[in-house]
Nanobody, 120 residues
């Protein structure tokens, strides 16, 4: 099984982007989004559990990003609104603990990432 991200790009500050993660074979896994900016550590962004019991966001994106999941299509999307230059990073999706306990159980399966660049 493989995770593949898409939807990254260049957008102006205040704009929107929608990222998609195709995750066949991970129907019963929590799917999370992470990001890593140049020179910074990887940061957890959001997670959704298999049946939507848990939908979680980091404080830095809460209220601006929305995660959604369509199990019939094996897809998890991240709708990003009101983007800021500090959101610039490579965004990764990852499959892991079904209750999104990613701090305790680091995901083992990762996509290769998609670049998001927000200009000021």
């Amino acid at each position: 099984a493989q995770l593949v991200e898409s939807g990254g790009g260049l957008v102006q500050s205040g704009g929107s982007l929608r990222l998609s993660c195709t995750a066949p074979g991970f129907r019963y896994s929590g799917i999370g989004w992470f990001r890593q900016a140049p020179g910074k550590e990887r940061e957890w962004v959001s997670c959704i559990s298999p049946n939507h019991e848990y939908i979680l966001y980091s404080d830095s994106v809460k209220g601006r990003f929305t995660i959604s999941r369509d199990n019939s299509k094996n897809m998890v999307d991240l709708q990003m609104r009101n983007l800021l230059p500090e959101d610039t990073a490579v965004y990764y999706c990852a499959a892991g603990h079904p209750s999104c306990l990613f701090e305790t159980y680091e995901p083992k399966d990762w996509g290769s990432g998609t670049q998001v660049t927000v200009s000021s």
